[in-house]
């Protein structure tokens, strides 16, 4: 089963400026998609990109989703976690970088990585 890294993002909106943003910190354009969860995508190469306006996921261990409004999530073609979390990280990075949003990247539902809010860029957990 694959693992896959979320950054979850607060506030989501005014969704434009969102999206602008996670252009910005993937390198590529968002493009709108056609599904039930998923709103934008966007093809890195080696990667996926998708993100979510909302979500429904609530605290569970320890981890309190339910904070943040949007979430996006990086997905790696060839299943190398390790190629996954450097992409990750470099993404939640630049993100991070604008200074707009609390942010959380977090390992499949279940292990927080880092996290970082507007006015403490970086944190790590």
């Given at each position: ?90 993404i939640f990075g630049r993100l991070a970088s ?15 990585i880092e996290t970082a809010t507007p006015r ?6």
């Amino acid at each position: 089963m694959s693992q896959y890294h979320y950054i979850f993002i607060h506030p989501g909106t005014p969704r434009e400026q969102l999206l602008a943003d996670i252009s910005f910190a993937c390198g590529v354009q968002l493009a709108p998609v056609s599904s039930e969860y998923i709103d934008y995508a966007a093809n890195l190469g080696q990667a996926a990109v998708e993100v979510e306006f909302s979500h429904e996921y609530e605290e569970d261990y320890g981890i309190p989703f339910e904070r943040y409004e949007s979430l996006f999530t990086i997905r790696d073609f060839g299943s190398d976690l390790a190629r996954q979390e450097a992409l990750a990280r470099e993404i939640f990075g630049r993100l991070a970088s604008l200074g707009r949003y609390s942010l959380m990247l977090v390992l499949d539902l279940q292990q927080l990585i880092e996290t970082a809010t507007p006015r403490d860029i970086g944190s790590a957990k």
